[in-house]
């Protein structure tokens, strides 16, 4: 939002209160206006004065240069050199003297030679001095100035070029900070000044404006649409004081009838469109324009419509359309159509003011890629409250400037429920921003300082029959963002100043720190890095696929849904990797997914991706590849899991569409299913242009969690060495392949006790020695008694309880 000083000034009046742009930006920005530059419009024509071209002649050695004479109030006329075809004598410029800069085109004027004839200063376009210029040539003052000032004068002030402004970065829960009488507001409220508006336009009587069903649904959504109609006017050019304001603003004058409009937007932030009355009539049917056939309603897919800008688009269902007859003639709340717009030869035009909801025209300005002041300002919410008076206000505008008359006014209104007063109590205010400085002391906000803020906003305010507090009636203006007690207190804060109330810690002072599953999550990421994987983190928003959580509002197509995977991105970036020469990606990601399943819409997961080998040095191997195998792979993980002491069990996995259907584990943690891990699937690998040996791992974070914290999980604890001397005995079992040798290390860890003291699997085999759907499996135990020396009778005898155990429940026949 751009604010010109000057016309703040017309609006604000605060006796003893500085309104330099300096001043007024850090107060703006203390109060949350954040004040991103402040541009000097005096720069642009600082050293340019009023000229008068007494005389022209043809350069003698340039047929394209003329040589003037020109008067600038000094004794002596300038020869200036000029090379614009509209120069003769007779008329008033702008001539910009030696030593002048002008910031616009980046030139400053020096004495120069052109041809062989001497040229001191130069004539000045509209351009050179930063203003939009509708042709090319010199700025000619008498076409555009009606009383030109003196001789040698600065030009600047005559074009509008002696004001500041102000550029305001305007947050979403502030729609009043887009018109010039809500800053006013604003910076009256801080200054401690008044407001001066001006008397409101005479009201128009209002007729009920006739609608279809679904057109009368589409106005209610947004609360208000009305057409004001108005003939006899006169389109033209504006006067010079409308279009210095509109150029200060940042936009560009058309004529008279579209910059009312424009005008009137800017000062109360309420978006106006005119239709050309005439042109809309001859949409359908020649004859005149009948305000019945207005309508609003959505887009039909690949409807075409043309814009004032005259680029044609196919609209989708998301825009919101303005319809005549049912033929689109504006997007609404966006841009009007090319094909109703006011042009030289208006004489009636339909005025309309209305209101639509925020979410439809964010919905149409993405669809068709186009956001305007119109569409910026509806986005954040407008009060329907203000909507008829900013079109009376632009009404007498044109009634002034254009010579219209109006014919009358149609009306379609949601009913409006009243604003519910909100009670500010004194205690909670006091309790939330604390004592303030008043005088040199600390004390509580007085009640006339909060009153005094919250009337100077516009708030009505009535005390409580309790005496603790107000009940506070808050402007149309400001009913977007005040809706609750809390608001008003922040409103009295900012006001008052947030470095006016005393900084104060909580009492009693506790240290923080991280809770234990905050300190096991960072352990686990810390040996997961370790053991040889980088954290990676992607993005939580991706492209549409079945299942996916769709936004509401999303800002591009491709990011319009919340991921329900995490190995999707990793997957993506190991082939990257590889794409780009890299021997190998290992990776791991914590992070949320969301699923459309309502019992479990959200999840925290450990993913990683081990594709390709990942080392210093290929010399051991002469230079050849070596990527790990499955249980390598399977391996990193554990020693992750294992620095936390997680204790994990694999069970075979059978299906899965990610993984190798014979080369994937369910892994379960504390006896409960946690997640999985296996080699990625060869058709997933070939379509991902990956390799064959690509592993991914999936865990639930929380069962991860919940397990290294369990009670003197992984804090070290000392055992004693042992003294005594182990027996190592080996087992070599037959059993079925379905069996697993984590089931067979549990009833072995069982059976041996006391005397076991480790069991471990070490070799398992499948061949032709062994029956159809039979393995075996090896393992090696260790005994030992921590107090003296076994006998070999003691070792037998626990030896032969294991595999009766064995044999009992697995069927387990000893392999000679």
């Known amino acids: 939002m751009r604010v010109s000083l000057q016309w703040l000034q017309e609006l604000v009046s605060a006796p003893g209160q500085s309104l330099a742009a300096d001043a007024l930006a850090e107060r703006l920005s203390l109060a949350g206006f954040e004040v991103d530059a402040i541009e000097d419009l005096s720069a642009r024509a600082e050293g340019v004065v009023v000229g008068f071209v007494r005389d022209r002649q043809a350069h003698p050695n340039a047929d394209k240069l003329s040589v003037c004479q020109v008067d600038v109030g000094s004794s002596e006329p300038l020869q200036i050199v000029c090379g614009a075809p509209n120069v003769r004598a007779g008329i008033h ?225 998301e825009a919101l359309v303005v319809t005549y007859g049912d033929k689109p003639i504006a997007l609404a709340g966006v841009m009007g159509g090319a094909e109703s717009a006011v042009h030289g030869g208006t004489t009636a035009i339909w005025l309309e003011a209305a209101v639509f909801a925020p979410q439809a025209v964010r919905r149409s300005s993405r669809s068709v890629g186009l956001r305007t002041e119109a569409s910026s300002r509806f986005e954040k919410g407008l009060p329907p409250e203000n909507t008829l008076s900013a079109a009376d206000r632009a009404v007498a505008l044109l009634m002034e400037l254009c010579g219209a008359q109006v014919t009358g006014r149609w009306l379609h209104q949601r009913p409006q429920v009243p604003f519910q007063p909100i009670e500010l109590r004194r205690d909670a205010l006091h309790n939330l921003l604390g004592p303030v400085q008043q005088e040199g002391s600390w004390a509580d906000l007085s009640d006339g300082r909060i009153t005094s803020t919250l009337s100077a906003l516009g708030c009505c305010m009535e005390e409580l029959e309790s005496g603790e507090g107000w009940q506070v009636s808050v402007p149309p203006a400001r009913s977007i963002d005040l809706q609750r007690e809390v608001d008003l207190i922040e409103e009295v804060a900012r006001l008052v100043g947030y470095d006016q109330f005393a900084c104060h810690l909580p009492d009693p002072l506790e240290p923080g720190g991280l809770d234990p599953a905050q300190q096991a999550e ?228 069982k059976a041996g006790k006391p005397l076991l003291e480790q069991a471990e699997l070490v070799d398992r085999y499948v061949g032709e020695q062994l029956a159809i759907g039979q393995c075996s499996q090896a393992f090696r135990l260790r005994y030992r008694d921590a107090k003296r020396t076994l006998t070999d009778e003691e070792v037998d005898l626990s030896h032969a309880g294991i595999q009766t155990a064995l044999e009992n429940q697995f069927g387990a026949q000893l392999r000679c």
């Not at 004839?117 to 010199?138: F, K, N, Q, T, Y």
């Not at 978006?271 to 005149?288: E, K, M, N, W, Y």
């Open 93 to 317: 410029v702008p001539v910009a003297l030696v030593g002048a800069t002008l910031p616009a085109v980046k030139l400053t004027i020096k004495p120069a030679e052109l041809r062989g004839v001497a040229s001191s200063g130069m004539i000045c376009s509209l351009a050179e001095l930063g203003l939009p210029a509708e042709a090319d040539g010199i700025a000619i003052l008498d076409d555009l100035l009606a009383d030109l000032p003196s001789l040698g004068t600065a030009v600047g002030p005559s074009l509008g070029l002696d004001d500041q402004v102000l550029e305001l970065a305007i947050t979403a829960n502030r729609p009043d900070g887009m018109s010039m009488q809500g800053i006013a507001r604003e910076v009256a409220a801080l200054l401690g000044g008044q407001t001066h508006f001006g008397a409101p336009a005479e009201p128009i009587t209002s007729a009920s404006l006739s609608v279809g069903e679904s057109t009368r649904a589409a106005m209610e959504q947004g609360g208000l649409f009305s057409i004001t109609g108005l003939n006899s006017l006169v389109v033209a050019p504006s006067p010079p004081w409308l279009q210095q304001r509109l150029e200060k603003a940042g936009l560009r004058p058309i004529n008279n009838v579209v910059d009312i409009t424009n005008l009137v937007m800017l000062e109360t932030g309420q978006p106006l469109h005119a239709f050309d009355a005439q042109r809309l009539a001859s949409i359908t049917r020649p004859g005149l324009a009948q305000v019945d056939r207005m309508g609003l309603r959505q887009a039909s897919s690949g409807e075409a419509f043309t814009g004032l800008d005259g680029t044609q688009h196919l609209l989708s269902a």
């Open 522 to 749: 960072r352990r686990l990421r810390r040996h997961l890095a370790a053991a040889g994987l980088q954290e990676a983190c992607s993005l939580s928003l991706v492209a549409a696929a079945p299942g996916r959580i769709p936004l509401a509002n999303p800002l591009l197509a491709d990011y319009g849904y919340l991921r329900d995977n995490l190995h999707g991105e990793l997957l993506a970036a190991a082939r990257r990797n590889c794409q780009s020469g890299q021997s190998g990606f290992w990776a791991f990601e914590i992070g949320q997914v969301f699923s459309s399943d309502a019992n479990q819409s959200a999840r925290q997961l450990l993913v990683g991706v081990i594709c390709g080998e990942r080392r210093s040095e290929r010399w051991s191997t002469s230079a050849k590849a070596q990527p790990p195998t499955y249980y390598q792979a399977r391996g990193v993980l554990q020693q992750a899991l294992g620095a936390l002491a997680i204790p994990t069990e694999d069970r075979p996995l059978a299906s899965h569409p990610l993984l190798h259907p014979g080369r994937s584990a369910q892994l379960i943690v504390e006896g409960r299913p946690g997640g999985w891990f296996g080699q990625l699937h060869p058709q997933q690998a070939g379509d991902l242009d990956l390799p064959l040996g690509t592993y991914v791992f999936e865990l639930e974070l929380d069962a991860l969690l919940t397990a290294a914290t369990r009670r003197n999980r992984w804090q070290p604890a000392f055992a004693p060495f042992a003294t005594v001397p182990a027996s190592e005995r080996d087992l070599a079992v037959v059993v079925s392949a379905d069996v697993c040798a984590a089931d067979l290390l549990k009833l072995i860890r």
